[in-house]
């Protein structure tokens, strides 16, 4: 092979490798609600609410895009996209797998932000599986992704509702006592997901879970 074509296929495997090492520092967050002014400050949302909080404290300025609102931020080297689905909770799952797609994102670096009855309110809970636990959200997420095995970020709402009112409890909104506690709740999740792409998930977890 002469000089020059050795030359050519070297360059070609070092971008390919630039390309490689860029594609695993970035991240898609994705907070799942649903869209729209009547849900904004209910449980079910916390997703938006988080990434809302997040754009709030660095300055991000969410854009529609395709199949949801879309903002980057660039931290220690590492760039967080974040996803506000815009196809409604039961079929955040079709936004997720176009965005992972479209910006080549591996999904060991996926993080899905969601509310959970099974936790008291405002505790966090990081896990990298498991199973959609009766959300709808997770549930098309898991069916499109066609695995459990992702990352999600659980954001306690507690389960004080009444026999048959579960529906009526997710979508309404906080009360007054949960809206004075949640401001430190949501810087809290800010850092996990900061601390997410910095330190990796298993740090994470160990860090917050619980907290």
């Not at 070297?10 to 390309?19: A, D, N, R, S």
């Not at 850092?191 to 792409?197: A, D, M, R, V």
Request: glycine share 8%.
């Amino acid at each position: 092979m002469c000089t020059f074509l050795k030359h050519f296929f070297k360059q070609k495997e070092t971008l390919h490798k630039i390309e490689e090492i860029d594609t695993m520092k970035k991240y898609l967050i994705v907070g799942l609600g649903n869209i729209g002014d009547k849900y904004t400050n209910t449980r079910h949302n916390i997703g938006f609410k988080i990434l809302d909080h997040f754009a709030k404290k660095e300055d991000l300025t969410f854009e529609t895009q395709k199949l949801g609102e879309i903002t980057s931020y660039r931290f220690k080297g590492r760039t967080f996209i974040f996803l506000k689905p815009s196809t409604y909770m039961n079929l955040s799952g079709k936004a997720i797998l176009y965005w992972l797609t479209k910006e080549k994102i591996p999904l060991e670096n996926l993080l899905v932000i969601t509310d959970d009855l099974n936790l008291p309110f405002g505790s966090i809970r990081l896990k990298t599986k498991g199973s959609d636990g009766g959300h709808n959200g997770l549930k098309d997420t898991q069916e499109k992704l066609n695995t459990t095995k992702y990352n999600r970020f659980r954001f306690g709402i507690s389960d004080a509702f009444s026999k048959g009112s579960q529906v009526d409890y997710v979508l309404g909104e906080w009360t007054e006592e949960e809206n004075a506690k949640l401001p430190e709740r949501l810087d809290k999740a800010t850092e996990l997901i900061k601390s997410f792409g910095t330190a990796g998930v298993n740090n994470t977890m160990n860090t917050f879970n619980g907290k």
